[in-house]
Nanobody, 120 residues
Framework: QVQLVESGGGLVQAGGSLRLSCAAS????????WDWYRQAPGKQREWVAQ???????YYANSVKGRFTISRDNAKNTVSLQMNSLKPEESAVYYC??????????????WGQGTQVTVSS
């Protein structure tokens, strides 16, 4: 089992920055990828960014160049630095991890989410 706890959400003005963190505990050695998703009210959850266990990172086109995902292996934490935030990016941001094939249990885990509100 893996437990995830997000932090760092809050209220920021348009154009501002926030840094989200996702801390994992439990069977962290089973994790092979970390993702951030977001979900605004009335909208589907959308993928934002990913970092793999090899360190490769990927971004949704809408955030490329403004968001940076990074990993601290020693702390079992992944962060999402968000710059130049827009009001339409207000949402609950969720951390999701994938588990290596063959590890017993679910294929992935979700955190509880952290609210990001960008005021215009």
């Amino acid at each position: 089992q893996v437990q995830l706890v997000e932090s760092g959400g809050g209220l920021v003005q348009a154009g501002g920055s926030l840094r989200l963190s996702c801390a994992a505990s439990g069977n962290v050695f089973s994790i092979n990828r970390w993702d951030w998703y977001r979900q605004a009210p009335g909208k589907q959850r959308e993928w934002v960014a990913q970092i793999t266990d090899s360190g490769d990172s990927y971004y949704a086109n809408s955030v490329k160049g403004r968001f940076t995902i990074s990993r601290d292996n020693a702390k079992n934490t992944v962060s999402l630095q968000m710059n130049s935030l827009k009001p339409e990016e207000s949402a609950v941001y969720y951390c999701n991890v994938g588990v290596r094939r063959g590890v017993p249990g679910p294929p992935g885990y979700w955190g509880q989410g952290t609210q990001v509100t960008v005021s215009s």
